[in-house]
């Protein structure tokens, strides 16, 4: 456990004396960054021509702040049409429920998630409207590990015309008609919790955010 605070420093302030004493803690580097608190010194020992003994004792507090989220893009699959629609600002935590709009394709999505800060977010929908409203609620320990579909043409344009979502508990879908060409993303020690699309009418392409699922 003490090669946790290997490399770490506290940062004192006040004057060397031969009498007890103490000194103001106001920072650090490492396990002790943004430390505040007292060092008090008192003589245990006197050696004689050898010097003093001295005792220490630290009392301090270390604020401490929650490690970056760190997610990845993956993707998109499906086609070129439509416009944009991706997550431009909070950073996504957790994946907290999907929506899905289809009918002989995906029309659209709808998605909620918890952000960096703690704060749900929800976004959509992105497409049109379908014939069909799914939606999923996932449990607070549920994890997206793999979400798979195809893509097709409709009409001139490329569109994803099936959707299917697998977590640590269950498979949910296919949604939408499965046809054309197949995709997959399976993932290893990461979770999926966002989503960025092209829609229009239709949702021409998907892509999706993962994140480590253990953070360190």
Known sequence: MLFR????TLQVLGTTSIRDGEWAITG????????????????????????RD?????????????????????????????????????VPQHL?????RSGVAIDSIVFSYIDQAGKK????????????????TFAPLEIVKEVSGTTGTFGR???????????????Y??????????FSVPLTD????GFFVRAGRLVNAIGVYVRPSVQN
């Open 157 to 171: 344009d490329t569109v994803v015309t099936s959707l299917t979502f697998v977590t640590n508990v269950r498979t």
């Open 121 to 136: 977010q929800t976004l959509g929908p992105w497409g049109g409207d379908g014939e069909l409203t799914d939606t999923i």
């Open 96 to 100: 907290e429920s999907v929506t899905i």
């Open 5 to 8: 605070f290997k490399g770490s």
């Open 190 to 193: 990461t979770s999926v919790v």
């Open 54 to 90: 001295w005792e220490l004792r630290i009392r301090a507090t270390c604020l401490t702040f929650p490690k970056p989220v760190l997610v990845t893009k993956i993707g998109p699959w499906g086609g070129h049409g439509g416009k944009e629609f991706d997550i431009r600002e909070s």
């Open 28 to 51: 650090g580097t490492g396990e002790f960054a943004f430390a505040q608190g007292v060092a008090t010194h008192i003589k245990s020992k006197e050696r004689g021509g050898a010097g």
């Open 173 to 182: 879908g296919p949604f939408g008609k499965p046809s054309g060409t197949a």
